[in-house]
């Protein structure tokens, strides 16, 4: 059988590994030239730049089955955070870290005794939840969520929405509660870490696992017509299965429209003598004219991420903005008023503009039928976008793709 995976994302890279699993050789066509999609870094002037502040969370059950954590040398942030004002910042820590330490930590400053054992409370009870309890849970805005669960004004702004707009990329916390908890369950139950070599040091594994696939890069798919995958440059490959594992809907006309917009963030690079912060943790910026959400020195979490000694800063701005060719000097205005060290010692490396960080997604989900997956009989599709936007779910749309192409195959009828 001749399969062809369109995309080397994490979900193509994990259906094209269980299509090898199953005995089948399959094509991967990449448009790009390097596997990992939206998970990259780039080496400029001897620092790592992951092209958008990300984490592995190590829970993720889809991370556990298929990645080999030792060989990524896992560098783990520190639980807790540190919350930045102008004129002081303070850390919030539970010193006697166990797993559930970032959200059970010291909230004193931050929120009220009732928040703690609420925090507390909710730890015990995603807990005990399974993920597809949790998916399928009531679904409500994560803020309506927060204010229902009983949670203070002052502990929502002060640490729940700088914290989370970080993560879904969006400033309102509109995105469904089932996605919160997933995450709060998931920040419980294990670290936020980044490989010592960068997170494309996650698809680069995923890729070193792949003996029998064909993998082609600088190969854009243009349209699929009936079985023929029809490239860029002309040429047509003849396929008997397809698994889509980017958006469809620029690949098949009947899926125009059929996807919500994406989520983008501004994630900009600055080199410094030494770091500010001095640890393993977020900065979060609760502050509502600053544009900065939050800020990470890269080279307290991992040193290899800088060859030359110095302090690398990531810094994440969720907002719009109007005016993008200053961006980094606001910045580095916010970054003088955050730290008092001079917007002249903050040296601009390099700006990312990412549109389609991450989906938009009505009815998130952790899991999906084989219907889902296959949408003609010879074609499936993967991909974040099918249930939520995080390496877990890709992982797992890819694993169904497959599951759902294998049934099919068997299927006489
Ligand atoms: C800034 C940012 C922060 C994030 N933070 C986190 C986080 O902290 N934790 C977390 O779990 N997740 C996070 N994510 C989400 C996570 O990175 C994605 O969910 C996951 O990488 C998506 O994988 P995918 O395979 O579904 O899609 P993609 O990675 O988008 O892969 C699609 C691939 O298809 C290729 N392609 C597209 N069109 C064609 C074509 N016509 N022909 C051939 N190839 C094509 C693309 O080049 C790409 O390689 C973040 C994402 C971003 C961008």
Same mark, same amino acid.
């Given at each position: 059988m001749k399969v062809i995976v369109i995309g080397a994302g994490v979900s193509g890279l994990i259906a094209a590994y269980e299509l090898e699993r199953s005995g089948i050789s399959p094509v991967i066509l990449e448009a790009g030239d390097r596997v990992g999609g939206r998970i990259a870094t780039d080496e400029v002037d001897g620092f790592l730049l992951d092209r958008g502040f990300q984490v592995l969370l190590t829970a993720y059950p889809e991370a556990r089955r298929y990645l080999d954590y030792e060989a990524l040398k896992l560098r783990k942030f520190d639980s807790g955070a540190i919350i930045l004002k102008p004129g002081g910042a303070f850390t919030i820590h539970d010193p006697g870290r166990n797993p559930s330490a970032i959200f059970g930590m010291a909230f004193s400053p931050v929120g009220t005794l009732v928040d703690k054992l609420k925090i507390f409370k909710l730890n015990k009870e995603l807990n005990k939840k399974t993920i597809d309890d949790i998916f399928e849970s009531n679904d409500m805005s994560t803020m309506d969520f927060l204010k229902q669960y009983g949670f203070s004004e002052k502990i929502i702004g002060q640490f729940f929405k700088p914290f989370f707009?970080?993560?879904?990329?969006? +400033?309102?916390?509109?995105?469904?509660?089932?996605?919160?908890?997933?995450?709060?369950?998931?920040?419980?139950?294990?670290?936020?870490?980044?490989?010592?070599?960068?997170?494309?040091?996650?698809?680069?594994? =995923?890729?070193?696992k792949l003996h029998k696939t064909d993998l082609r890069l600088n190969t854009q798919v243009e349209k699929i017509e009936d079985h023929q995958v029809i490239l860029k440059n002309g040429e047509i490959l003849q396929a008997d299965k397809i698994i889509i594992a980017c958006r469809p809907d620029r690949l098949l006309p009947q899926m125009q429209g059929q996807l919500?917009?994406?989520?983008?963030?501004? +994630?900009?690079?600055?080199?410094?003598?030494?770091?500010?912060?001095?640890?393993?943790?977020?900065?979060l910026v609760t502050e509502d004219k600053f544009l900065i959400n939050n800020i990470v020195f890269a080279t307290d979490v991992s040193k290899t991420y800088s060859i +030359?000694?110095?302090?690398?800063?990531?810094?994440?701005?969720?907002?719009?903005?109007?005016?993008?060719?200053? =961006?980094?000097?606001?910045?580095?205005?916010?970054?003088?008023?955050?730290?008092?060290i001079a917007a002249k010692h903050f040296k601009h490396i390099k700006t990312y503009q990412i549109n389609e960080a991450l989906p938009d997604v009505e009815d998130m989900k952790a899991d999906l039928p084989f219907t889902n997956s296959r949408i003609f009989d010879h074609i499936f599709l993967a991909g974040d976008y099918l249930l939520n936007g995080s390496v877990n779910a890709a992982m797992t749309s890819g694993r169904k793709a497959v599951e759902a192409l294998l049934l099919t195959s068997q299927d006489p009828h």
């Amino acid at each position: 059988m001749k399969v062809i995976v369109i995309g080397a994302g994490v979900s193509g890279l994990i259906a094209a590994y269980e299509l090898e699993r199953s005995g089948i050789s399959p094509v991967i066509l990449e448009a790009g030239d390097r596997v990992g999609g939206r998970i990259a870094t780039d080496e400029v002037d001897g620092f790592l730049l992951d092209r958008g502040f990300q984490v592995l969370l190590t829970a993720y059950p889809e991370a556990r089955r298929y990645l080999d954590y030792e060989a990524l040398k896992l560098r783990k942030f520190d639980s807790g955070a540190i919350i930045l004002k102008p004129g002081g910042a303070f850390t919030i820590h539970d010193p006697g870290r166990n797993p559930s330490a970032i959200f059970g930590m010291a909230f004193s400053p931050v929120g009220t005794l009732v928040d703690k054992l609420k925090i507390f409370k909710l730890n015990k009870e995603l807990n005990k939840k399974t993920i597809d309890d949790i998916f399928e849970s009531n679904d409500m805005s994560t803020m309506d969520f927060l204010k229902q669960y009983g949670f203070s004004e002052k502990i929502i702004g002060q640490f729940f929405k700088p914290f989370f707009s970080g993560v879904f990329l969006e +400033n309102d916390l509109n995105t469904s509660s089932r996605m919160f908890q997933f995450v709060f369950k998931m920040f419980g139950e294990g670290f936020a870490a980044i490989p010592e070599g960068g997170m494309k040091m996650i698809p680069e594994q =995923l890729r070193s696992k792949l003996h029998k696939t064909d993998l082609r890069l600088n190969t854009q798919v243009e349209k699929i017509e009936d079985h023929q995958v029809i490239l860029k440059n002309g040429e047509i490959l003849q396929a008997d299965k397809i698994i889509i594992a980017c958006r469809p809907d620029r690949l098949l006309p009947q899926m125009q429209g059929q996807l919500k917009s994406y989520r983008s963030v501004y +994630n900009l690079y600055f080199s410094l003598e030494k770091s500010f912060l001095a640890q393993p943790l977020i900065g979060l910026v609760t502050e509502d004219k600053f544009l900065i959400n939050n800020i990470v020195f890269a080279t307290d979490v991992s040193k290899t991420y800088s060859i +030359n000694g110095k302090a690398l800063l990531s810094v994440s701005v969720v907002k719009g903005v109007e005016n993008q060719e200053s =961006l980094d000097q606001l910045v580095r205005i916010e970054l003088e008023a955050l730290s008092g060290i001079a917007a002249k010692h903050f040296k601009h490396i390099k700006t990312y503009q990412i549109n389609e960080a991450l989906p938009d997604v009505e009815d998130m989900k952790a899991d999906l039928p084989f219907t889902n997956s296959r949408i003609f009989d010879h074609i499936f599709l993967a991909g974040d976008y099918l249930l939520n936007g995080s390496v877990n779910a890709a992982m797992t749309s890819g694993r169904k793709a497959v599951e759902a192409l294998l049934l099919t195959s068997q299927d006489p009828h």
